[in-house]
Structure formats: C-alpha cells, structure tokens
C-alpha cells in the first residue's frame, strides 16, 4: 500500500520544539501537493498547512510564527518545524497527498505536550 510515512513526534514540555518528518519510497514527495493534518485526542482530523510546487497556505492561524513547514528536495522528505508548543497542539500529526485520484495519508506521528 502506497503511503506517506511520518516520523519525529515525541513527549514535549510546554515551550519545547519537534521536527516533523514525512517522506515515502514510493512518492515524490518533493514535487507533490502535500498537507499536513492534525487530529486532536477526541475531534476530527483538521488540515494545518498545504503546501504546493509554487506556494504555502497555512490554515493554522494560531500557531502564525510558530510552525513552518519546508522540503528537503534531496532527500525527499517533508518537514513541519513545531515550535513554543502548547498542551492544545497534542494529537497526531499525518501528512496527505492525492495519488491514483485518492486522498491518501500515512499513518501519523504521536505528539504530546504537557508539563
């Protein structure tokens, strides 16, 4: 099954910061439209960041500043940069891309912050 796969999330204090990672054999990860998504313990999963070949658009308007997200077109790999993380930024982070006409996401990277 052809999927992203996500990695770098971990228990963070308050204030502390993570790298995301998302990349896959099978995908060019470098060149796709990708998303990433959070999903809240107990909620739905919310798209934070879409990022294309020409631009960003950041629907995470909270975290303004504190969350960057970038390409390493070498390595193929996707990244989302959590920085000054809160207790509301707890949930799983997954990465998504359309392939084949379908929405696919990987399985996601645990993130929690709390004191």
């Known amino acids: 099954q052809v999927q992203p796969v996500e990695s770098g999330g971990a228990f963070v204090q308050p204030g502390g910061s993570l790298r995301l990672s998302c990349t896959s054999p099978?995908?060019?990860?470098?060149?796709?439209?990708m998303g990433w998504y959070h999903q809240a313990p107990g909620k739905t999963r919310n798209l934070l960041v879409t990022m294309t070949r020409d631009r960003t658009i950041d629907y995470e308007h909270r975290a303004k500043g504190r969350f960057t997200v970038s390409r390493d077109y070498a390595k193929n790999i996707l990244y989302r940069q959590l920085n000054d993380l809160e207790p509301d930024n707890t949930g799983v982070y997954s990465c998504?891309?359309?392939?084949?006409?379908?929405?696919?996401w990987g399985r996601g990277t645990q993130v929690t912050v709390s004191s």
């Open positions: 998504q891309t359309r392939y084949n006409a379908v929405d696919i």
């Open positions: 099978e995908l060019e990860i470098r060149l796709r439209t």
